[in-house]
């Protein structure tokens, strides 16, 4: 399912929902445990976990050139949110009675040619995270990514009308 995006008060915001059946805790440390987030999101380290933290960003284009993220909101097995771009991407984790609903939402302050790309590769990584999640761990499906891109560039041409 796509992610839904709409205009906001001050840019745009895509959600994405994924419900999980697994507890808010376990997909905690996939969002947070550098073992595990190397396996669904290769280019994030959690070098300082708290709000006012750090996460690196490395390019992963064999040159080992990385640059901070700041953490900008931080509740333990409820909220990550960090810097990403001019924006920001928000993790939201709630309980429920199979598991927990992740809510992940990107805060983008205008859209451009990027945006599409962000938002497909978002869109992979989470079904990599579920596939972790449920013990089929996968390597990034370039494949999927070129589809679900076609699909948010058609969604994000949309809204720019």
Known sequence: MLAVIEKAERGYIARFERPLHHSAEE?????????????????LQVTDLR???TIKF??????????????T????????EYEWGEGRV????????DGCLLVLKEFINSLNDHTSKDLAGWHVCL???RALMDGR???????????WYE???????????
């Open 151 to 161: 699909q948010y560039r058609a969604a994000v041409n949309e809204i720019k009308k």
């Open 27 to 43: 997909v905690w440390a996939a969002l947070t445990e550098n073992d595990k987030l190397a396996k669904w999101m290769p280019n």
């Open 90 to 97: 928000r993790f939201e984790l709630y309980a429920e009675p």
């Open 137 to 147: 761990p996968m390597d990034f499906p370039k494949e999927d990514w070129e589809n």
């Open 73 to 80: 909101d931080f509740e333990q097995y409820s909220v990550l």
């Open 58 to 71: 490395n390019m992963n284009d064999g040159t080992g050139a990385f640059f901070d993220i700041k953490i």
């Open 51 to 53: 709000k006012g933290g």
């Open 127 to 129: 079904d990599m995270l």
